[in-house]
């Protein structure tokens, strides 16, 4: 069970304070993710989250509105991790290495974080369709694909095109391998690897010949 909120959290978010507001929304949100995770969605009421993060409900209304405005926090929170992750891969010389790179940051982010990857991907709470402006801000937290993607077009490395439509198809590779490797049909990363780099090969300006 994680531990409840230090005492001094909700005194800070009722004072005003920006600093005390952050560290409760993190707190609620880990609570709540960890209840999605452990339990299942049946466990996402506001006085079990109020509960095991050591808060009033009146809190959680007022930061997130409803139980629909919690579950989007949880979703954009799952996208702006991913988004962490992915920038914090370093640059490389070669741009088609570095989009092999973000490629295995992003498997690694979705099996580091299952809670958040089964709300994002695989509708974990019943009912829960995210807004439109969520999916907006969820597609541009992986703009990094597309940047890359870019940047191997101008290099003359990939076919030109839009970058979006090598990521949307380069994504769709990624999410099937992950999803077969997360119910246990693959044992590990190899799939993932010739799914995604099969996609890249696709692009190629100039393939190697066979």
Same mark, same amino acid.
């Given at each position: ?6 005492? %001094? ?21 880990? !609570? ?11 466990? @996402? ?5 109020? =509960? ?6 009146? !809190?959680?209304?007022?930061? *997130? ?23 914090? !891969? ?9 989009? =092999? ?13 299952? %809670?958040?990857?089964?709300?994002? *991907? ?25 940047? !890359? ?8 490395? @990939? ?52």
């Amino acid at each position: 069970m994680i531990p409840p909120a230090p005492l %001094g959290l909700q005194g800070a978010y009722l004072a005003g304070d920006r600093t005390g507001q952050d560290e409760l929304r993190a707190k609620l949100l880990d !609570v709540a993710n960890h209840l999605l995770l452990t339990i299942g969605p049946e466990s @996402l009421s506001m006085r079990r989250i109020a =509960t095991e993060a050591g808060c009033s409900t009146t !809190v959680i209304y007022t930061m *997130f509105g409803s139980k629909e405005g919690l579950a989007e926090a949880l979703y954009l929170e799952g996208f702006e991790r991913f988004r962490r992750r992915l920038e914090a !891969v370093p640059p490389h010389p070669d741009c088609l290495e570095h989009l =092999t790179a973000l490629g295995t940051a992003y498997r690694e982010a979705a099996l580091a974080e299952p %809670g958040y990857y089964s709300l994002m *991907f695989e509708r974990s709470i019943p009912g829960f369709t995210p807004s439109e402006r969520a999916r907006t801000l969820a597609r541009a937290a992986l703009n990094i694909f597309d940047r !890359v993607i870019a940047d191997c077009i101008s290099a003359g490395r @990939l076919v030109p095109t839009q970058p979006r439509k090598i990521a949307d198809v380069l994504w769709a590779a990624a999410q099937g391998a992950i999803s077969l490797e997360r119910a246990g049909h693959l044992r590990d990363g190899s799939a993932f690897d010739a799914a995604t780099r099969s996609v890249i090969h696709r692009y190629l300006a100039h393939p190697p010949a066979s």
